[in-house]
């Protein structure tokens, strides 16, 4: 698929839920900035920390449910948070080594943005998998698919540009709509009986077992060198 089938795709999976979807952005837009407003406090930070990777989760719930063309609700915004060590460790994870590779130049840093892409939908889908396995699973995922989905994302430069014409109000239609393409993106990477019904209901799970393996030496070796050539290959 090219660029514009997916945001063909993702437009059409929009039908009759533009509403809900601009709604659910603008209170995640809403948490995010109060959460950014605050990260110059130490308690700020840590609240930033707890709250964003639940909130991220349910926002990508949102999306993959649009892109699979199931209902959507408000209330989904925060089914995050019956998941909510898994969601935390992966926020927290996924933005260290995100960090850690940013300071070697800003390219490696956005080639490992793309790289763990889709470690929230894959979350979403399995509710055994563990957050650090999760974004393991992403970078093989991902493994020849960064330069399409960076294409796919410069795609949507000329609506983010048009946005600054409206003052940012267009983007309370442009973000959805690049979220809900970014997760049809995933579901083209998946196999062919996953696509319609991998995603689960219930995201409740025993979080006795959640940090076990988050962090191994495999991460910190790679970070030295590297952890595979093909992760500097977009």
């Known amino acids: 698929m090219k660029a514009k089938d997916f945001r063909q795709s993702a437009w059409k999976s929009l039908g009759g839920k533009w509403g809900i979807c601009i709604l659910v952005f603008i209170i995640f837009d809403l948490i995010s900035a109060a959460c950014a407003g ?25 999306s ?32 260290i080594f995100i960090a850690l590779w940013s300071l070697l130049l800003i390219i490696p840093g956005i080639i490992k943005s793309l790289a763990y892409s889709m470690s929230y939908y894959i979350l979403i ?11 393991k699973k992403s970078i093989e995922m991902m493994k020849g698919n960064k330069w399409r989905l960076f294409c796919l994302k410069f795609s949507f430069i000329g609506w ?10 267009l983007l309370f239609w442009v ?17 062919e009986e996953q696509n319609s019904d ?3 209901v219930d995201l409740d799970t025993d979080a006795t077992s959640i940090i076990d ?7 910190f070796d790679a970070f030295a060198k590297e952890d595979s050539k093909e992760d500097f290959k977009f």
């Open 38 to 62: 605050g990260s110059t406090i130490v308690i700020g930070a840590v609240a930033g920390l707890i709250i964003m990777g639940p909130m991220t989760l349910g926002y990508s719930m949102v």
């Open 64 to 95: 993959l449910n649009v892109a699979r063309d199931k209902d959507v609700e408000i209330s989904m915004l925060f089914k995050g948070f019956n998941d909510f060590a898994r969601s935390v460790v992966l926020y927290i994870v996924n933005n």
């Open 125 to 135: 889908d399995d509710a055994t998998i563990s957050a650090n396995d999760a974004r």
């Open 160 to 169: 983010v540009l048009l946005s600054f014409l409206t003052f940012g109000i």
């Open 175 to 191: 973000m959805p709509y690049i979220e809900v393409t970014m997760a049809k993106f995933y579901l083209s990477l998946l196999p």
């Open 198 to 200: 991998g995603d689960r």
């Open 213 to 219: 393996n988050t962090f191994d030496k495999n991460d």
